[in-house]
């Protein structure tokens, strides 16, 4: 079975993988991924929120879906009853393993109560670890740089598959020899700069060129998925998060 990232609190109490619903519906799991697409597009829903990584047995990257209970349902709707029932049950086991157990006396309350202090305590300091990441990220921003210059600050990023990369998350396309921004996050993480290139200059052809360019909000999102381990990463890296500034 493929490794799965775990999911982020922020996305959902209860979510299911795209590789999991594949497996319990014994579907192809790309053919998984196209349909939770086409339902996104119909729901009008920002396809990147729901958007997550796998190990494969390889080790390798690989992207999936992370849907919550709601669009699980949804999804799973059209599918045949067996199959429902067994998203459901799946759906209900992790409902279970996220309920908050009830302390049955006065020592097991105290130690719920010291435990909930410490796990407090530790996402005070994520908060604070995460602030100062922030903080040192915006003096390590310049505006103007591509992805791919972006990322070749940020230790071990392979910055040959970024754009690869931010296509599995919903933000590039290719279109004929260009990337070009999808329109739900240019202006938001991304915007483009456009020349003309003259290809014939007998016949004056031009041809028109488009450059991704990354917004601080955007080179924020791609410095969190590093610090997640999100990003396509080279071979040799020394497993060291660190970023510094590039020579443009």
């Not at 998203?87 to 719920?112: F, G, T, V």
């Amino acid at each position: 079975m493929n490794q799965l990232l775990n999911i982020s609190e922020q996305k959902a109490s209860v979510a299911i993988s795209s590789v999991e619903i594949a497996q319990l519906c014994e579907k192809r799991h790309d053919h998984v991924m196209v349909d939770i697409r086409k339902m996104l597009a119909e729901l009008n829903l920002n396809s990147p929120e729901f958007s997550g990584q796998y190990k494969t047995k390889d080790g390798r990257m690989q992207p999936c879906y992370f849907l919550p209970k709601r669009e699980t349902m949804i999804l799973v709707s059209g599918y045949r009853i067996e199959l429902r029932a067994k998203i459901i049950d799946r759906l209900d086991e992790l409902e279970k393993q996220h309920q908050p157990s009830i302390p049955k006396n006065y020592p097991e309350a105290l130690r719920m109560a010291a435990e909930l202090a410490e796990q407090n305590q530790v996402l005070l300091l994520e908060k604070q670890q995460t602030t100062a990441e922030n903080h040192a990220l915006k003096s390590y921003f310049e505006p103007g740089l591509t992805p791919a210059q972006f990322v070749k600050g940020l230790n071990g990023v392979n910055s040959n598959k970024i754009n690869d990369y931010l296509r599995s998350r919903g933000w590039l396309y290719k279109d004929k020899h260009c990337w070009r921004v999808f329109s739900h996050v240019r202006d938001k993480y991304l915007t483009e700069s456009f020349k003309r290139i003259e290809v014939d200059p007998v016949e004056r052809i031009e041809m028109a060129t488009y450059k991704p360019i990354l917004l601080e909000k955007g080179a924020v999102k791609i410095f969190e998925a590093y610090l997640q381990a999100k990003l396509p990463m080279k071979a040799d890296w020394n497993g060291k998060y660190y970023h510094s500034k590039v020579a443009v």
